[in-house]
């Protein structure tokens, strides 16, 4: 599985954009990258995967470069309630080998501020 | 359609004994991961079921077990717990390989406290 690697925290205020960035130096080629959100007490939840340039949907957007060694997640106009820990894998969704000692890493965790 | 449930969602135990938690998947989803979820380790992958197979396991000694029904409904089990064993404990579900790049989705967890 590639390795990957995310700032360990980080500060934003309300209403701004925030962009988190993973690295992931040994991307393979069927690899997808996917990120995802965890509330305390709660399990992770998926937010968005991509493939390639850019992915958008109702609550994030994905910039993927074109060498594919890292991403971006952004989060346009930050809440309160996005506060929370975010987590970046890379894996091959088309893989028959489940999910070989997988492990989401220590996250990004997010603190929004008022 | 209803999402992951885990029961129970709290649990008190004291050293020694066994524990045995639950996990319903999506229905449809055939493939059941395991995560331990510490302050200190963050989240751990414990195993993963496909089709009533253990398919992958994690680095965890073999007091961690679990299984997988026909039903896709899956069980973990924990004997002689210890302190360290406290945590929250997930399980995902996913369609069909379960693989890393496939989307998961995860129950609400099950916290367990070793005393």
Known sequence: ?114 | KAGVTQTPRYLIKTRGQQVTLSCSPISGHRSVSWYQQTPGQGLQFLFEYFSETQRNKGNFPGRFSGRQFSNSRSEMNVSTLELGDSALYLCASSLASGSSGETQYFGPGTRLLVL
């Open chain 1, 1 to 114: 599985l590639a390795k990957t690697t995310q700032p360990i925290s980080m500060d934003s205020y309300e209403g701004q954009e925030v962009n988190i960035t993973c690295s992931h130096n040994n991307i393979a080629t069927n690899d997808y990258i996917t990120w995802y959100q965890q509330f305390p007490s709660q399990g992770p939840r998926f937010i968005i995967q991509g493939y390639k340039t850019k992915v958008t949907n109702e609550v994030a957007s994905l910039f993927i470069p074109a060498d594919r060694k890292s991403s971006t997640l952004s989060l346009p106009r930050v809440s309160l309630s996005d506060t929370a820990v975010y987590y970046c894998l890379v894996g091959d969704p088309s893989s028959n080998f489940g999910n070989e000692k997988l492990t989401f890493g220590t996250g990004t965790r997010l603190t929004i501020i008022p």
